[in-house]
């Protein structure tokens, strides 16, 4: 199954409990679909310390800031910006102002051990598909955990 132009999102998270790590906000004419996702922790000395995140659905983008992250393509015929690159200053990485979620939205829910690297692939069929909308979006969600730590981020989506 071809999934159109596959782009890579990847970013080093600072963690801070109940903020939004990364967020993906659409454009009119895209609706991304995340096939892909997974953490990595940076601390040099691993503990056995567990962070909880939740990926939703963004309803409205509020007061919404991130670092801004330009996604890579995976195929280097595809354009560079992609078509979700519209939306650069609210798709992007450790935000400093939140967006609100829909709620009950939680798309997947999560618990990230220190000692492992967290990996979810969607199968063929199962991916999480934005609106065609520049005020919505998924948003990764840091709930809180036993400890503080950072993450490395991949997050892999279509167009």
């Given at each position: 199954?071809?999934?159109?132009?596959?782009?890579?999102?990847?970013g080093?998270?600072?963690?801070?409990?109940s903020?939004?790590?990364?967020?993906?906000?659409?454009?009119?004419?895209?609706?991304?679909?995340?096939?892909?996702?997974?953490?990595?922790?940076?601390?040099?000395?691993?503990?056995?310390?567990?962070?909880?995140?939740?990926?939703k659905?963004?309803?409205?983008?509020?007061?919404?800031?991130?670092?801004?992250?330009?996604?890579?393509?995976?195929?280097?015929?595809?354009?560079?910006?992609?078509?979700?690159?519209?939306?650069?200053?609210?798709?992007?990485?450790?935000?400093?102002?939140?967006?609100?979620?829909?709620?009950?939205?939680?798309?997947?829910?999560?618990?990230?051990?220190?000692?492992?690297v967290?990996?979810?692939?969607?199968?063929?069929?199962?991916?999480?598909?934005?609106?065609?909308?520049?005020?919505?979006?998924?948003?990764?969600?840091?709930?809180?955990?036993?400890?503080?730590?950072?993450?490395?981020?991949?997050?892999?989506?279509?167009?």
């Amino acid at each position: 199954m071809s999934l159109g132009r596959r782009y890579a999102q990847t970013g080093q998270l600072t963690s801070a409990a109940s903020t939004t790590r990364a967020s993906f906000i659409a454009t009119t004419t895209c609706r991304p679909k995340t096939n892909f996702i997974m953490l990595a922790a940076l601390n040099a000395t691993p503990a056995d310390n567990v962070d909880e995140y939740n990926v939703k659905r963004i309803s409205a983008i509020g007061t919404l800031a991130v670092t801004s992250r330009t996604p890579t393509p995976m195929d280097s015929a595809d354009p560079n910006p992609g078509l979700i690159a519209g939306g650069a200053a609210l798709t992007g990485i450790n935000a400093t102002g939140e967006p609100t979620y829909t709620a009950s939205s939680e798309l997947l829910w999560f618990s990230h051990n220190m000692h492992s690297v967290f990996t979810w692939y969607a199968p063929d069929g199962g991916e999480i598909v934005q609106a065609a909308s520049v005020t919505t979006g998924l948003g990764l969600f840091f709930v809180g955990g036993t400890a503080v730590f950072s993450d490395d981020l991949t997050w892999h989506y279509c167009e």
